[in-house]
Nanobody
Framework: VQLQAFGGGLVQAGGSLRLSCVASGRTFSNYRLGWFRQAPGKEREFVSVVMRSGGSTYYADSVKGRFTISRDNAQNTVYLQMNSLKPEDTAVYYC????????????????WGQGTQVTVSS
């Protein structure tokens, strides 16, 4: 699976962005799809995941209620709608795909996109 993320940019605090990640290669619907982020000097952290069917989603506590993940299997795309953005959301955001179960552990994801920069100004 090849993943390409885009949609990042510069936004003021309180604003919104929608990230997209387009997949190609193997059957998209066989994978759960997650978003992670990495800020300068920090480890990569889990943001959200949507399971294969799209029926189950999970979020990090830091983004719960502000971010929404969704997937469109027909378009081979996963989205991350980010609202009420805060300066601490500033990071490079990565999409990832993994088989089977798993939520937050990045080691359970086999494929990664190249990342897209999100910068939130105060």
């Amino acid at each position: 699976v090849q993943l390409q993320a885009f949609g990042g940019g510069l936004v003021q605090a309180g604003g919104s962005l929608r990230l997209s990640c387009v997949a190609s290669g193997r059957t998209f619907s066989n994978y759960r799809l997650g978003w992670f982020r990495q800020a300068p000097g920090k480890e990569r952290e889990f943001v959200s995941v949507v399971m294969r069917s799209g029926g189950s989603t999970y979020y990090a506590d830091s983004v719960k209620g502000r971010f929404t993940i969704s997937r469109d299997n027909a378009q081979n795309t996963v989205y991350l709608q980010m609202n009420s953005l805060k300066p601490e959301d500033t990071a490079v955001y990565y999409c990832a795909a993994g088989p089977g179960l798993g939520v937050q552990d990045p080691r359970t994801y086999d494929y990664w996109g190249q990342g897209t920069q999100v910068t939130v100004s105060s």
